[in-house]
């Protein structure tokens, strides 16, 4: 990845490209749950965006290796596909972005209030 593509974020956007054709293969319900993780994992994103490109690619395969055996989409991702994807991104309760962002506005507030 070169530095224009960092920084206009053409790379992921290709990377999603290539992510959204390979759902298109999926069964109907696997489709709706892979809108449904995505929704769930931007919560959890860093500013770019570039921390879930991973966890997204390994979520996809999963998904894809699960429908070519057969399996129902409930077997593999449960009922809480909400808790799935805050586990993914690390822990229950897991932050996102605006938390930590919250907190640093905070802190800086409090280091000039004197607290």
Same mark, same amino acid.
């Given at each position: 990845?070169? #530095?224009?593509?960092?920084?206009?974020?053409?790379?992921?956007? +290709?990377?999603?490209?290539?992510?959204?054709? /390979?759902?298109?293969?999926?069964?109907?319900? @696997?489709?709706?749950?892979? $809108?449904?993780? +995505?929704? %769930?994992?931007?919560?959890?994103?860093?500013?770019?965006? /570039? %921390? #879930?490109?991973? &966890? #997204?690619?390994?979520?996809?395969?999963?998904?894809?290796?699960?429908?070519?055996? *057969?399996? &129902?989409?409930?077997?593999?991702?449960?009922? $809480? &596909?909400?808790?799935?994807?805050?586990?993914?991104? *690390?822990?229950?309760?897991?932050?996102? @972005?605006?938390? +930590?962002? /919250?907190?640093?506005? %905070?802190?800086?507030?409090?280091? +000039?209030? *004197?607290?």
């Amino acid at each position: 990845m070169n #530095l224009w593509e960092k920084i206009t974020g053409s790379d992921m956007t +290709k990377e999603l490209k290539a992510f959204e054709a /390979r759902a298109k293969k999926l069964p109907a319900d @696997y489709q709706a749950a892979w $809108d449904e993780i +995505k929704a %769930n994992l931007w919560l959890h994103s860093d500013f770019t965006g /570039r %921390n #879930l490109m991973p &966890i #997204l690619d390994g979520v996809l395969g999963l998904l894809e290796e699960t429908a070519a055996d *057969g399996q &129902i989409v409930q077997e593999v991702l449960g009922d $809480d &596909i909400k808790g799935f994807c805050s586990a993914l991104a *690390g822990e229950e309760g897991a932050k996102s @972005y605006r938390d +930590k962002w /919250r907190e640093q506005l %905070n802190h800086t507030i409090a280091k +000039k209030l *004197g607290k």
